[in-house]
DNA sequence: CGTTCCTCCTGCTAGC
DNA sequence: TGCTAGCAGGAGGAAC
């Protein structure tokens, strides 16, 4: 199964960069995916030299959004390097000599990492960040840097809300903004507006957990459900960052490389027809906003027929 | 204004 | 065997 990068995976990708890119310098830059670049509306071009000579001070994340900061602005104002991996999106840091991804959309020479203290150069082969993605559903661009729920963040995702991992997250808040809505559980779930980082599959199996159908509308849940619901996502993706998001191989700053362990766990996602590990009954899979929704039918009592 | 729907894209699989 | 249709889905922006 594909890896659809929702907020673990993300994060995996941004412990990655902390560890490999940050500290080092753009030394040369290519960008060649229009459509990886349309959010930078300047163009590929643009983007590419606009980012050349910058070093890399931290790189941050906010729900399913990546980006990397400089240390210092061109132009006075604080800018960010914003990555969306989409569904197919991937960031690796590989020898400058690896061969080119078929759908790598932009290239980046890194600068030398500097020496050990025996004095010995710690980066011998020329290493280059790249970002690829198949379905060029993810993709990069330059934006100014904000403050939003707390936090500096670039501009263009001051409407994203603070994730279930974050300090900022304040689930009481949340839940009773839920509360105000005539609008299904999983629909809000999925609002990156209301909390972020939540997914289609961690959606389904932080319902699951909470016993409680996506479908039901959100006024008419308990606050204690939704508070368990909300919970449920921070159990589901903290165990997902325990399991799949420690030890990398030096070179390779990749989601969909780092899973494997993640099918074996999923309790409702892609279940449809085994049973519920909780009371045995069939879990059944509908369609839901255009897309599958997976559930118990006897733990999560479906509401009535829409 | 808030909410819902449509669309972008490629690779894999099921079915004839 | 080879073709096509169907499916996967994040998120912005159009449509209601």
Redesign the pocket.
């Known amino acids: 199964m594909v890896r659809?990068?929702?907020l673990p995976e993300v994060e995996v990708v941004r412990r990655g960069l902390d560890d490999h890119v940050v500290g080092r310098a753009f030394v040369a830059s290519r960008v060649t995916g229009a459509?990886a670049a349309r959010?930078h509306l300047p163009g590929p071009q643009h983007l590419a030299d606009a980012l050349t000579g910058r070093r890399v001070a931290s790189a941050q994340r906010r729900?399913?959004?990546l980006w990397l900061t400089f240390d210092e602005a061109t132009d006075g104002a604080d800018d960010a390097l914003v990555i969306?991996l989409?569904?197919?999106g991937q960031v690796l840091v590989e020898a400058a000599d690896a061969p080119l991804e078929?759908?790598a959309h932009a290239v980046f020479d890194l600068s030398a990492r500097g020496e050990s203290e025996a004095g010995d150069a710690v980066d011998v082969v020329p290493q280059q960040m790249r970002f690829v993605d198949?379905?060029?559903?993810g993709g990069l661009f330059l934006d100014d840097v904000t403050v939003a729920h707390g936090r500096e963040v670039p501009a263009?995702?001051s409407?994203?809300a603070p994730d279930p991992l974050e300090e900022a997250f304040d689930a009481d808040a949340v839940a009773r903004l839920m509360r105000t809505?005539?609008?299904?559980v999983k629909?809000l779930l999925?609002d990156?507006g209301v909390v972020?980082g939540i997914?289609?599959?961690y959606a389904d199996e932080a319902l699951w957990r909470a016993e409680l159908h996506g479908r039901r509308p959100a006024d008419a849940v308990t606050k204690k459900q939704l508070m368990a619901t909300l919970a449920a996502t921070q159990d589901v993706m903290r165990e997902a960052l325990a399991q799949g998001g420690t030890s990398f191989d030096a070179l390779y700053v990749n989601v969909n490389g780092a899973s494997g362990y993640f099918d074996r766990s999923l309790d409702a996602?892609g279940q449809q027809g085994r049973p519920c590990r909780r009371c045995g009954a069939l879990i059944v899979?509908e369609q839901f906003?255009?897309?599958?929704s997976h559930f118990c039918p006897v733990c999560q009592k479906p509401p009535r027929a829409k």
């Open positions: 659809v990068p929702e459509r959010r729900g399913k959004y969306h989409g569904m197919s078929k759908h198949q379905r060029t559903f263009s995702i409407h994203i809505k005539h609008v299904a629909r999925l990156q972020s997914g289609n599959i996602y899979r906003m255009n897309r599958s």
